[in-house]
């Protein structure tokens, strides 16, 4: 019996991946192209070929222990290897635009982690080269990874179908509280100049893209504040990892938002809240988003990710009312593969997801979604907001 699968799975042409950055969106990643060969059929294969850091201890033992083959310590050299079929970027957004391009001219397809970049001038430019690279049969994602919850699939799914008529209203937040402490160090999260943006290109550029996905359709414009409430905080000590750090001596400035709000119209005239801030003591990734139309109600929360409230506004009054859909049964986005009903997915599955997405679009030879003109359209958003911010929340077309 282990012949024939041997063979079979020899027949499947591999896709040869190398990442660059390997902390938190590099294990994450890690998992995603780990898994979703073995969990998913698909026409290819992915091969965790070469990851990359700057220092070549640590890049070793990050490769040995999420399951990369090989190491480079300069993206250049990984970009230009004959053994990369796609590039994957977990760096921080600085490096975003540089490597993108690189890659694409180097023939590789690129997945870039969000916010696509730190200025709407980077993100056109890396749309230009994904454009042209399109052309020449390379293929380009952005990291939007909350599209790949069930729940979220399912919603734009009902949403497509017009299980909620007309829509009215998309009311989003997206909290964490890692910044509560003033004491917190100044991290690569809190530099202009390494982040783009604070909350908002980090939480804010999720929550933007979750709307206009769900939603279907793009902003016309935003009026927005943003406050930075601790503008210096002490220097890092050490390595950074995930969200937590720890701090060494000296100060520095803070030069990004701390939280950002904004309200938004939709091209249809449907009305949008927003609420990005990394203050909200107690709450720790709470992404909320619900959506009210004509005929009926969608709301989802990330802490109870399994689930999809639905309110059908044509039942009957006398027993109408919020429903919980356990987004469990093999009809569901993604879930045909999974476990049986009930036995709920997690945070990671999402990278599972968008592995598994990026990888069937590239053998389909479609383009897959989120493009990076997708992404450049979410940063336009993000520059709304803070011109908007600037100029006391005046009303902000988002430029087209
Ligand atoms: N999709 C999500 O839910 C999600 C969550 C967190 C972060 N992100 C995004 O992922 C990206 C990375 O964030 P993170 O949380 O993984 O950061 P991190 O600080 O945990 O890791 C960044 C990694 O990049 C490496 N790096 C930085 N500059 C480099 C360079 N020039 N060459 C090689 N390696 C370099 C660092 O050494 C580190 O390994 C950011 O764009 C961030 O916005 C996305």
Not at 112 to 139: I, S, Y
Request: net charge negative.
């Amino acid at each position: 019996m282990a012949q024939p699968q041997q063979s079979e799975e020899a027949e499947v042409p591999p896709l040869r991946v190398g990442m660059v950055g390997y902390a938190f969106m590099g294990a994450a990643h890690s998992q995603g192209w780990r898994t979703a060969g073995r969990v998913f059929d698909l026409p290819r294969r992915p091969v965790l070929a070469v990851i990359c850091g700057r220092d070549a201890d640590a890049v070793r033992r990050a490769a040995d222990r999420h399951g990369w083959a090989d190491t480079e310590t300069d993206w250049r050299a990984l970009v230009e290897r004959d053994d990369v079929d796609l590039v994957d970027i977990c760096t921080p957004g600085d490096s975003h635009a540089e490597i993108a391009v690189a890659a694409l001219a180097a023939g590789k397809h690129v997945l870039c982690e969000k916010p696509l970049a730190n200025t709407v001038e980077e993100a056109q430019v890396m749309t230009r080269a994904a454009e042209e690279a399109f052309d020449r049969g390379q293929f380009a994602m952005v990291g939007f990874n909350y599209r790949r919850v069930p729940a979220t699939a399912l919603a734009r799914r009902m949403v497509a179908e017009g299980r909620l008529g007309t829509l009215r209203h998309v009311r989003v937040s997206y909290l964490q509280d890692w910044l509560v402490d003033p004491e917190f160090p100044l991290t690569w999260r809190l530099r202009r100049e390494q982040a783009g943006s604070g909350s908002l290109g980090d939480l804010g550029a999720h929550i933007v893209d979750l709307a206009q996905y769900l939603a279907g359709e793009p902003l016309a414009g935003v009026s927005a504040l943003t406050e930075t409430f601790v503008r210096e905080r002490p220097l890092t000590g050490g390595a950074v990892k995930g969200l937590s750090a720890v701090s060494g001596t000296g100060t520095g400035q803070v030069t990004v938002d701390d939280a950002a709000l904004f309200t938004g119209r939709f091209t249809s005239g449907a009305l949008a809240s927003f609420e990005a801030t990394r203050y909200a003591t107690g709450r720790k990734n709470s992404l909320r988003i619900e959506l009210n139309g004509e005929h009926g109600s969608l709301a989802f929360d990330l802490e109870r990710l399994n689930e999809l409230s639905f309110h059908d506004g044509t039942e009957p009054a006398a027993h109408a009312g919020f429903r919980r859909i356990l987004v469990t049964e093999p009809d569901h986005p993604y879930l045909d593969a999974w476990w049986p009903p009930g036995h709920g997915l997690g945070y990671e599955h999402t990278f599972v997801h968008q592995a598994r997405d990026l990888v069937q679009a590239i053998a389909e030879r479609r383009r897959p979604e989120p493009s990076f003109a997708d992404g450049l359209q979410v940063q336009r958003v993000l520059a709304a907001v803070e011109e908007s911010a600037e100029k006391n929340s005046v009303y902000t077309p988002i430029a087209v």
